[in-house]
């Protein structure tokens, strides 16, 4: 069964890239709103997820509010695939036409001054797009790290996609991606990081929203070991087809402390820069999994119990097995047509 779940999830984005590239863009714009809504109406786990994380941000929305935010954050989850499998299709023009950042100068000016850089991104709008924008507008190549996904064709793919658009792609795992990541930064060469999700389980502990969440510690250590500037990067959507977007003031060093301290200071300034985009636009956060520590303990706590009463016997929902619920056939449907 896992390996067809991967087969299907390789050629359902392999007919993306193949098909929606090929749209006219009001009628991809169209088709991604209508699968989003379709997504977000059948209150699947992922949109649940969104919307506890959203919970967070907006503390004090009601659920109605909830609601609507967690609708527009599907809608421009959709959006960012909608492009992303036209992006190898655009030109330089029409790159350069559908993004606008501010202060940009302060990119610029860290790579002039031949340090090196590290852009360090959430998970906000399209990334992907402010990477074609770099490449191509500003012809400035860069290096950045994909998760391996499974399968891996499916990860083959979205390599073989991010270096159509010109980026230096290393795998998260491995062990070489922090030296060449090292290497390209002291030759004073650009590096981008998505960074408000740990993939380690060893990040590094800050406070997110009022909660302790882990993030990744490597822009930080990066910019220690190497001297290359850390600038954060929020991207949003507005009622526009322009994604806009923002280069934040430098992370600094700091001047004392152990390594371990100097890292923890600045990923919590990553993640107040981070925090302060994701407020502006919740609904342009894509965060659908699980991020605060109190929401992974408590995955590790059902795993925990789902773990020992299967070694009880039973089953998940605490039935025998072969015990039929009430109301369920022996077919595994239920009565009345709900599954």
Not at 232 to 260: C, E, F, I, N, S
Request: glycine share 10%; with cysteine; charged share 30%.
């Amino acid at each position: 069964m896992s390996d067809l779940k991967d087969r299907l999830s390789d050629g359902l984005y392999g007919l993306g890239w193949a098909t929606v590239k090929k749209l006219p863009e009001p009628v991809a714009a169209g088709l991604g709103r209508r699968i989003a809504d379709v997504a977000w109406k059948r209150r699947g786990k992922s949109v649940l997820r969104l919307e506890s994380n959203l919970a967070r941000v907006v503390p004090d929305a009601t659920p109605e509010r909830l609601a609507e935010l967690s609708r527009a954050g599907m809608r421009s989850y959709m959006r960012y695939w909608m492009e992303s499998f036209r992006l190898p299709t655009w030109s330089k023009e029409r790159v350069e036409r559908g993004i606008d950042i501010k202060d940009i100068h302060y990119l610029k000016e860290g790579l002039a001054s031949g340090r090196g850089v590290v852009l360090a991104l959430p998970h906000l709008a399209n990334w992907d797009l402010a990477g074609v924008w770099a490449t191509r507008v500003l012809g400035l190549p860069f290096t950045t790290v994909a998760e391996r996904l499974k399968p891996e064709s499916l990860y083959d793919r979205f390599v073989a996609y991010r270096e159509s658009l010109g980026m230096e792609v290393v795998p998260h795992t491995g062990g070489s991606a922090f030296g060449r990541l090292a290497r390209r930064l002291r030759a004073g060469g650009l590096v981008c990081l998505v960074a408000d999700r740990d993939l380690s389980a060893s990040g590094t502990e800050v406070t997110f929203f009022g909660e302790t969440a882990r993030m990744p510690a490597g822009p930080a250590i990066l910019a220690q070991q190497t001297g290359a500037l850390l600038l954060p990067v929020t991207l949003w959507y507005d009622d526009t087809p322009v994604m806009k977007g923002r280069v934040h003031p430098p992370v600094d060093v700091p001047d004392a402390g152990t390594r371990a301290e100097r890292t923890a200071v600045m990923t919590q300034a990553l993640a107040d820069a981070f925090a302060e985009g994701i407020a502006d636009h919740p609904e342009d956060w894509h965060m659908l999994q699980r991020l605060w520590l109190a929401d992974l303990e408590e995955r590790a706590s059902d795993d925990r119990a789902s773990d020992e009463r299967a070694s009880d016997g039973r089953a998940s929902d605490g039935r025998a097995p072969g015990e039929r619920a009430p109301g369920e056939r022996a077919s595994g449907g239920r009565e009345g047509g709900a599954a």
